[in-house]
């Protein structure tokens, strides 16, 4: 090997040995490879979920029935809904009361159907399943349109009633059969977290309360409950969050008996032609439904929940 | 069995990047696709099967329609920046001449190739017709085809024609009538209909008075009434007996149930009101080109499409609801309604009720009217 190569190789060398180096810095400097790989899905996601959220929050904050964003600045869509002779308040209150009460009832009804599923229903467990979940397959208003033909006058109800000389009862286009309808409508959102949480209540632990002469209703307040609670919490707080924004059972059942949140939302980006107003309602009810989420969520621990841990 | 890693998932999403890109990166390329696309923004009907199909085969293009039940909504779309997506866009009658044009939102037709299909309407549409032309009567702005009286229904085994026709809008007035009537999802022909029933011509500017007129109007109406709904919620209402009638509401709204073997549900015009001396309110489809840089070459060619009496007539029983069209001036066109469809669509007074309407137009005062309104429906809970 002559002079003149070796000199060659220890240049190549020298050079192949700082690229080595520099390419180590910049991976020290740079985001780890899985980041960088998921980094033009990120980017997507990020344009998907985000852009529409900024351009909501941009038009709450313009002039009262522009259609331009970010090119202006007023707080007076907010001081429109926050003056006391602007009746919108009323919505919120109607949304936010229907939500909670359909929390409050689902919680009733789907712990003996979640307990049913994990403790009693055995192998009969996935065919109840499939029928809570069924409906959801079809689309929300035409299950709340046939509700609406089976409550109408000479509707099925009505008719079925009639054969034994009596006559339905009326209740459509009432917040009663609102609320009716939310709770039909959300059921599975209730139900399904609620049975997860129950199934990771370890069934040995209840055996051995039982052993040491725990009650039902101890065994209940104390293990199964507490145990069981973060997928209730799912549960409830993933219906407040839908029910907090429900329209359609209020309009096709209850026949706008009461005004929901979502309808004033819907109106100002419609018939009243002012997005902006629109945007700001939709602002504060994020404000509302997130403040109540994180509150929520501080208090569960996802991890164990999903048994990472 | 197949593995599908990361790398794969990669270039999926490398390659459908490109094709997302390309007609960005390509102006040219999509100008030339333009020539196969139509996008129309429209009341429904327009959007059905039957009308776009026959259009879709004999131009071998991809038709694109989406219906909206309300004016407003249909103009603001346009407005955020949607000039560039549609080519078509199907309004009530004010819309075109009083604020798509000056807003730069719509092209004139070319009146040559288009006006002659005027002479062929019903004689009301003659040219120069108000509606579809500019406010100069310079620009033809669009093509009239459905239209109709718009007042309220009545069940009239319940409350007969004359009644309904001589009490007018008092009928909402009427205390003995309260949780027996409906009212349609409407807001904006509620407004003008609130107006008439508080005694007001809507399409005039209001004094602090007659507002607080309109307020307490609304605040009692909508307190009154059984329900709010759309027109199918409206129907069966009615069909079932759940209401005796419904504000807002005409031939547009009934003509379904009247097909259905109903024709006791009957569209009212009011015989007078404070509208000099008229109590209706009607509307005419005036379908417009939209002022899109790359307009589709097709978008001319389905209004004349549609001015062919066949495919009018197909229109006026598009799913949904039934309606008159200006085309049934022409004998050819009128032919091919038969009895029922006739009775459907009231043709026995249909002449009479629209000359007893107004026709829509904008309210100056809106935009505070409709927040009263919308004050009162929060209140009726």
Redo the contacts between chains.
């Keep these: 090997m002559s002079d003149a190569t070796l000199g060659t190789s220890s240049t190549v060398r020298e050079k192949q040995g700082k690229e080595r180096q520099g390419r180590s810095a910049l991976r020290h400097l740079s985001l780890p490879a899985g980041a960088r790989c998921a980094s033009p899905i990120l980017l997507f996601m990020a344009l998907g979920f985000l852009a529409p959220l900024l351009t909501v929050i941009g038009f709450a904050f313009a002039e009262p029935r522009s259609f331009a964003v970010f090119e202006s600045f007023t707080l007076r869509n907010f001081a429109e809904i926050f003056n006391p002779a602007d009746t919108v308040w009323m919505s919120f209150a109607w949304s936010l009361a229907l939500a909670l009460l359909t929390v409050a009832a689902l919680l009733l009804i789907c712990y003996p159907i979640a307990y049913g599923l994990v403790r009693v229903f055995g192998r009969w467990s996935s065919l109840v399943s499939i029928a809570f979940v069924f409906p959801l397959f079809i689309s929300e208003n035409v299950r709340l349109y046939g509700w609406t033909l089976f409550f109408i006058n000479h509707g099925v109800l009505d008719g079925l009633l009639a054969g034994i000389g009596l006559s339905g009862p009326n209740v459509l286009f009432t917040p009663e059969i609102t609320l009716f309808g939310m709770i039909y409508t959300y059921l599975p959102f209730m139900l399904f977290p609620m049975t997860l949480g129950l199934s990771m209540v370890p069934g040995d632990l209840i055996e051995a309360a039982r052993d040491f002469g725990a009650g039902r209703l101890m065994i209940w307040r104390e293990i199964e409950l507490p145990l069981a609670m973060p997928g209730i919490l799912i549960g409830a707080l993933l219906t407040f969050v839908l029910a907090a924004g429900a329209v359609a059972e209020a309009k096709i059942l209850g026949g706008q008996s009461v005004i929901m949140i979502s309808h004033d939302i819907e109106n100002a980006f419609t018939y009243s032609q002012n997005w902006p107003r629109g945007a700001a309602l939709a602002v504060l009810l994020m404000i509302v439904i997130g403040g109540l989420s994180m509150a929520v969520m501080a208090r569960l621990d996802l991890d164990r929940i999903l048994g990472r841990r | 069995m197949t593995n599908f890693n990361?790398r794969d998932t990669?270039k999926i999403?490398g390659a459908g990047?490109l094709a997302a890109g390309a007609p960005l990166g390509f102006p040219g390329a999509a100008l030339a696709a333009r020539e196969k696309e139509l996008n129309i923004l429209c009341w429904e009907g327009y959007n059905s099967a039957q009308v776009l199909d026959p259009f879709r085969e004999k131009e071998g293009a991809t038709v694109k329609a989406e219906s909206l039940t309300?004016d407003?909504?249909m103009?603001?779309r346009l407005?955020?920046g949607e000039s560039k997506v549609w080519d078509l866009i199907n309004v009530n009658n004010p819309w075109a001449r009083k604020i798509m044009y000056p807003e730069k939102l719509i092209k004139p037709l070319p009146k040559d190739e288009f006006m002659p299909y005027f002479d062929k309407m019903l004689e009301q549409f003659h040219p120069p017709y108000k509606w579809a032309m500019s406010d100069d009567g310079s620009e033809l702005l669009g093509m009239t085809q459905r239209f109709g009286p718009y007042s309220y229904v009545v069940n009239t085994d319940k409350i007969s024609r004359k009644t309904a026709e001589e009490t007018g809008w008092d009928l909402f007035n009427d205390e003995s009538l309260a949780g027996k009537y409906?009212i349609l999802?409407s807001?904006?022909w509620n407004v003008f209909n609130i107006f008439l029933v508080a005694g007001l011509d809507p399409f005039k500017e209001h004094s602090p008075e007659e507002m607080k007129a309109f307020e307490d109007t609304a605040l009692k109406v909508f307190k009154g009434a059984?329900?709010?709904?759309?027109i199918?919620?409206m129907n069966?209402?009615l069909i079932?007996?759940?209401i005796d009638l419904h504000m807002t509401g005409g031939t547009y709204s009934v003509s379904p149930a009247r097909a259905d073997g109903f024709p006791e549900m009957r569209a009212i015009t009011p015989l007078k009101g404070p509208m000099n001396g008229k109590g209706g309110v009607s509307w005419i489809e005036v379908t417009s080109t939209v002022n899109n840089p790359e307009l589709s070459p097709l978008a001319p060619e389905f209004l004349k499409y549609v001015q062919d009496p066949e495919v009018a007539h197909t229109v006026a029983f598009a799913e949904g609801t039934f309606n008159p069209v200006a085309q049934m001036g022409n004998k050819a066109c009128f032919d091919l309604f038969t009895k029922d469809e006739l009775d459907a669509i009231q043709w026995d007074s249909l002449e009479e009720e629209m000359a007893r309407s107004v026709e829509y137009d904008i309210v100056p005062d809106y935009?505070k009217a409709?927040?009263l309104m919308?004050?009162a429906?929060?209140?009726?809970?």
């Design positions: 990361r990669l999403l990047a309300n407003p909504t103009i603001n407005r955020s409906g999802e807001d904006d059984k329900l709010i709904g759309d199918a919620t069966q209402a079932s007996g759940e935009e409709l927040d919308n004050n429906k929060r209140q009726r809970s």
